[in-house]
Nanobody
Framework: QVQLVESGGGLVQPGGSLRLSCVAS????????VGWSRQAPGKERQLVAR???????DYADSMKGRFTISRDNAKNTVYLQMNNLKLEDTAVYYC???????????????WGQGTQVTVSS
């Protein structure tokens, strides 16, 4: 069992910045891919960014150059730095991690409960 707790969401004006954090706890032997997705009202959940265990990252096109994903493996924490926020970035943001409970166990994906980001003037 793995628990993810997100924080850092809130209300921000267009052009502003927020930094989301996601702390993982529980039965974690190793963490593979980590990332963030978001879901706006009436829309499907979409991938925002992800980071693999070898350090590579990729972003949705509309986030490139504005969002940065990072991870602190020692703290089992994932971050999402969001700059130059736009009205259309308003959504609930969910973090996810793909992890293993032991060296021989299969990996599985866990999700956080979500944190609201509202961009409004």
């Amino acid at each position: 069992q793995v628990q993810l707790v997100e924080s850092g969401g809130g209300l921000v004006q267009p052009g502003g910045s927020l930094r989301l954090s996601c702390v993982a706890s529980g039965s974690i032997f190793s963490i593979n891919t980590v990332g963030w997705s978001r879901q706006a009202p009436g829309k499907e959940r979409q991938l925002v960014a992800r980071s693999t265990s070898d350090g590579s990252t990729d972003y949705a096109d509309s986030m490139k150059g504005r969002f940065t994903i990072s991870r602190d493996n020692a703290k089992n924490t994932v971050y999402l730095q969001m700059n130059n926020l736009k009205l259309e970035d308003t959504a609930v943001y969910y973090c996810f991690i793909n992890s293993k409970t032991s060296r021989s166990s299969p990996s599985f994906t866990s999700w956080g409960q979500g944190t609201q980001v509202t961009v409004s003037s």
